[in-house]
C-alpha cells in the first residue's frame, strides 16, 4: 500500500548530489479515472524514482502544496475530464508564483491533439497521449527530470 | 454431459488425437503462441470436447429461457419477444444541448434514455463552486437545481420512455429532482419506469465519485429501497455494475465476483434496514462490460446469471422468481478504444456489442469511435447506435435463444468463470462482505494490479493492439470531435445564481434544515430531500447539508 507522504520534507538544503529524483502524481479536476496515474506511478517508481501520489480529486492549490511540501523535482498531471485547459495552466502559474518554476510539468489523459500546443506554451513540458507505452513515459521522465538545486 | 462411459471414450478418442493427428501436425509447424490466453489471461485450451464436461447436468445448469437458474436467458422468448434496449448514453453542455441529442436519438430509433452528467454534478458541486472551474458541462451535462431537469427533459414525456441515470454519490438527490419533473408533468411516481445507478461500493473500488463514507451512502440507498418499493415499483433502485470496475483494469473473473459482492451488501443492507427481500430485490439490475475477448464475457453474462439466482434463492431464500433473475445492461468497453486509427473503433464495437447479445443482456449501449478523443460528435454516436441495429435486424443473432448454449467451449468457460468468481466472493465473505473488503483495500489492490498486469503485456507485445502495438501507421486520418463551448459554464453558473435569486430562501432554508435533522435521526431521507428539490433548493446546497452531518470521503491514494 504505497502512499503518499513517504518522508523528507526538508526544503532541499541538506540534499545529497545522488539523492533519487522525486516526481508527483497528481490527479487534477473531479475526474476518477486514476488507472493510467496509477499504472505510471508504480513503473516510475519501478525505476527507481521516488513517487509521491495525491490521490483523486485535487484542487491546483492542493497540488502545488503537495509539491512544495514534498520538494519533488517532476510533477505528472493525468486529467480526462476535459478540464484540461483550465487546470494544467493553472497549476504551472501557481508554481512559478511560489518560486518552483524549474520542476517539469508533464501530463496525459484524454486531451485532443489540438490543445497540445496551447499547453506546451503555456509551460506543460510534454503531453502523453493514449496508447504511449511505460517505456516512453519513463525514458521521458530519466531524460527530463533532475534534481532541481 | 454424457454418460461416464461415452465421456471416457470421447476422452481416450481425444488424447489419441493430440498424440496422432494433432501431433502429427505439430511437429511440421508448431502453434503460433506457446501460450493461448484471455485478455484476463486466462489461458484457453486447443480444442474442447464434452468430456471436458463431467458431470454436467443440463436441468441443473442451464434449463430453459425464463426458468431457474436462467443461465439461457431471464425472459421465456428473449429477443423474439422483443429487442433489448438500445440506450445510448448521453450528456454534455446545457441541460438544453443534452435535451436536443436525446430528441435526436429517440427520433434515430433509440428505445430509451441514458444520462450522463458532468463531474460537478456527480461530485454533488454546483457549478458555481470553486471545484467546478473548467468542468462545467464538458463530461456530461451539468444539473444544478429542478430548473436544469426541467430543461432536460422538456417535451419528453417521463410515462412514455424510461430513463437511466448514472449517478450515486448524489443519486438520491439527482433521483428526487427527476421525480418532481415527473410531478409536474402530472405522471405519478407509480408511472415512472428507470434506473438510478445508485451503486456506491463500486465507487470507492473503481469509478470514484463519491460524497459520503460507505455508512451514511448505505443508509440513502437502503433508503431508496424503501421509498420505491412504496412509491415508484416501476424503477431501478440500483445498477449494481461491473462496468467501472473493468475499466479501472479488473479481469473479467474479478468484474463478476466484485459485482456480485455488491450485490450481496446490499442485499444484506436491505434485509437488515427492514425491507423484505421480495419487495426490493425484483428491482435491483446489473450494468456489465463487454470486452474484447468475446467468448470469455458470454461466458461471464452466462455464469452471471446463474450465481445470481442461485444466491438469491439458496442463500437469501427469496421467494418471488423476479428476485432470481440477473437483469443488466451492457455498455462496450470504453478502455479498448484506441485514439490511433479510430475508425477501427466500429469493429471493436461490433464485436462487443454482439458478445452482448449473445450473452442475453437486457440492454445495450455501444461505445463511439471517437470516445477516446472527446465526447461523441452526432455522426460518431449514430453509427454506434447503428452497430446495434445491423446485429439486431441483419445479423441474424436475435432470432435463436442462447444460440451458443450447449457449445463444450462456452459452457466450460462459463462453469470455470462461475468456479472462480464463486472463490472471490467467499475470500470477500470471509473479510466481513464488501463494505470491509472496501476498507482493507482488497478490491482496488486487485484491480490495480491487473491494470499493471495487463499493460505490461502490452508493452511486451503478448497482448496485441490493433494500430498501437502493430500494424501501425504514419498517418491518421483526423476525425471531428465534439467541442464544449467554453459559454456553457458562464451560462450555467448565471441560470443558477437566477434560480437562487428567485426562490423563495426562507422555504429553502427550512426545508435543509428539515433535511439535516431528518438525516440524523433513522426517518426515510426520500421525502425531506423531495420537498427541499421542489423549493429548488440546489444539488450543491443539499449536498453539503449532508456533508455537515454525514462527513466526506477522500481517496485512500494507493497505487
Known amino acids: 500500500m504505497a502512499s503518499a507522504a513517504a518522508g523528507s520534507q526538508a ?65 505528472g498531471l493525468s486529467i480526462l475530464s476535459g478540464a484540461h485547459n483550465y487546470l494544467l495552466p493553472r497549476i504551472v502559474s501557481m508554481l512559478k508564483e511560489k518560486k518552483m518554476g524549474d520542476v517539469v510539468v508533464f501530463g496525459g489523459g484524454i486531451i485532443p491533439d489540438e490543445d497540445i500546443p ?19 513515459i519513463v525514458a521521458y521522465v530519466k531524460e527530463r527530470v533532475r534534481p532541481r538545486k | 454431459m454424457y454418460d461416464k462411459k461415452r465421456s471416457r471414450k470421447i476422452s481416450d478418442g481425444r488424447k489419441r488425437w493430440e498424440a496422432e493427428t494433432l501431433g502429427k501436425t505439430l511437429k511440421r ?29 443440463y436441468g441443473k ?21 422483443r429487442l433489448w434496449t438500445m440506450r ?89 429532482m427527476y421525480l418532481a419533473v415527473g410531478e409536474k408533468q402530472g405522471v405519478p411516481s407509480e408511472k415512472l419506469g428507470g434506473t438510478i445507478q445508485n451503486d456506491i461500493l463500486k ?101 452471471a446469471r446463474r450465481m445470481w439466482a442461485r444466491i438469491m434463492k439458496e442463500r437469501f431464500k427469496a421467494k418471488d422468481e423476479n428476485s432470481w433473475k440477473l437483469r443488466f445492461h451492457t455498455q462496450t468497453a470504453g478502455c479498448t478504444l484506441t485514439a490511433q486509427q479510430p475508425q477501427n473503433n466500429i469493429a471493436r464495437v461490433a464485436l462487443q456489442a454482439l458478445s452482448a447479445v449473445l450473452g442475453g443482456t437486457q440492454s445495450l449501449h455501444t461505445n463511439s469511435m471517437d470516445e477516446t478523443l472527446a465526447l461523441p460528435t452526432e455522426h460518431a454516436a449514430t453509427v454506434a447506435l447503428r452497430t446495434q441495429q445491423i446485429i439486431a435486424e441483419e445479423s441474424g443473432a436475435a432470432h435463436s435463444i442462447d444460440p451458443l448454449g450447449g457449445s463444450f467451449f462456452v ?33 482496488q489492490r486487485e484491480i490495480a494490479d491487473a491494470a499493471f498486469h495487463h499493460q505490461r503485456l502490452v508493452d511486451a507485445m503478448e497482448k496485441k493492439i490493433v494500430g498501437v502495438n502493430c500494424y501501425k501507421m504514419e498517418e491518421n486520418l483526423p476525425i471531428p470531435i465534439l467541442k464544449i463551448d467554453e459559454n456553457v459554464e458562464r451560462m450555467q453558473v448565471a441560470r443558477t445564481r437566477e434560480v437562487r435569486a428567485k426562490r423563495n430562501g426562507k422555504r429553502v432554508k427550512s426545508r435543509i434544515d428539515a433535511l439535516k435533522e431528518a438525516s440524523l ?25 449532508l456533508r455537515e452531518t454525514m462527513g466526506t470521503y477522500t481517496d485512500p491514494a494507493m497505487f
Open chain 2, 521 to 545: 435521526s433513522s426517518a426515510n431521507l426520500m421525502p425531506v430531500l423531495l420537498d427541499a428539490v421542489r423549493e429548488y433548493a440546489t444539488l450543491g446546497e443539499v449536498c453539503d447539508a
Open chain 2, 411 to 443: 459452457e466450460r468457460l462459463t462453469g470455470e468463470m462461475e468456479a472462480k468468481a464463486m472463490a472471490y466472493i467467499e475470500k470477500i465473505d470471509d473479510m466481513g462482505g464488501m463494505v470491509a473488503a472496501i476498507k482493507r483495500g482488497y478490491p
Open chain 1, 11 to 75: 526544503a532541499g538544503k541538506s540534499r545529497k548530489p545522488d539523492r533519487k529524483v522525486r516526481i508527483l502524481i497528481g490527479k487534477p479536476g473531479l475526474d476518477g479515472h486514476d488507472r493510467g496515474a496509477k499504472i505510471i506511478a508504480r513503473a516510475l517508481r519501478d525505476a527507481g524514482f521516488e513517487i509521491i501520489y495525491t490521490g483523486l480529486h485535487q484542487t491546483p492549490e492542493m497540488i502545488v502544496n503537495a509539491a512544495a511540501q514534498e520538494d519533488v523535482d517532476g510533477i
Open chain 2, 61 to 81: 445448469e442451464l434449463s430453459f429461457p425464463g426458468e431457474y437458474p436462467y443461465t439461457r436467458g431471464v425472459q421465456p422468448s428473449m429477443y423474439r419477444g
Open chain 1, 118 to 136: 496551447k499547453l506546451r506554451k503555456k509551460g506543460v513540458d510534454r503531453v502523453f497521449t493514449p496508447g504511449t507505452t511505460l517505456q516512453e
Open chain 2, 29 to 57: 509447424s508448431p502453434e503460433r503462441l506457446s501460450r493461448f490466453s484471455t485478455v484476463s489471461d486466462e489461458e484457453i485450451g486447443a480444442l474442447y470436447t464434452p468430456d471436458l464436461l463431467d458431470g454436467f447436468d
Open chain 2, 203 to 303: 465507487e470507492y473500488i473503481a469509478q470514484h465519485a463519491w460524497i459520503f463514507p460507505p455508512e451514511p451512502s448505505m443508509r440513502i440507498i437502503t433508503d431508496i429501497l424503501g421509498y420505491c418499493a412504496e412509491r415508484v415499483p416501476k424503477w431501478n433502485t440500483i445498477s449494481i455494475s461491473g462496468y467501472h470496475i473493468r475499466e479501472a483494469g479488473s479481469t473479467a473473473v474479478q468484474e463478476l465476483p466484485f459485482t456480485i459482492a455488491d450485490g450481496i451488501a446490499y442485499v444484506k443492507a436491505g434485509i437488515e434496514a427492514g425491507v423484505p427481500v421480495d419487495k426490493f430485490a425484483p428491482r435491483l439490475s446489473f450494468f456489465f462490460n463487454a470486452h474484447m475477448d468475446f467468448f470469455e464475457e458470454i461466458a461471464k453474462y452466462r455464469a
Open chain 2, 88 to 176: 445510448q448514453f448521453a450528456g454534455y453542455g446545457s441541460a438544453e444541448d443534452t435535451n436536443a441529442r436525446f430528441k435526436y436519438l429517440l427520433d434515430q430509433g433509440q428505445t430509451g434514455l441514458s444520462t450522463a452528467f458532468h463531474f460537478p454534478t456527480l461530485m454533488g458541486y454546483d457549478s458555481d463552486s470553486p471545484r467546478a472551474r473548467g468542468e462545467v458541462g464538458k463530461c456530461g451535462v451539468a444539473i444544478d437545481s429542478l430548473k436544469d431537469m426541467e430543461i432536460l427533459f422538456d417535451g419528453i414525456p417521463l410515462d412514455k420512455v424510461t430513463t437511466s441515470m448514472t449517478i450515486n454519490g448524489p443519486a438520491a438527490m439527482v433521483f428526487a
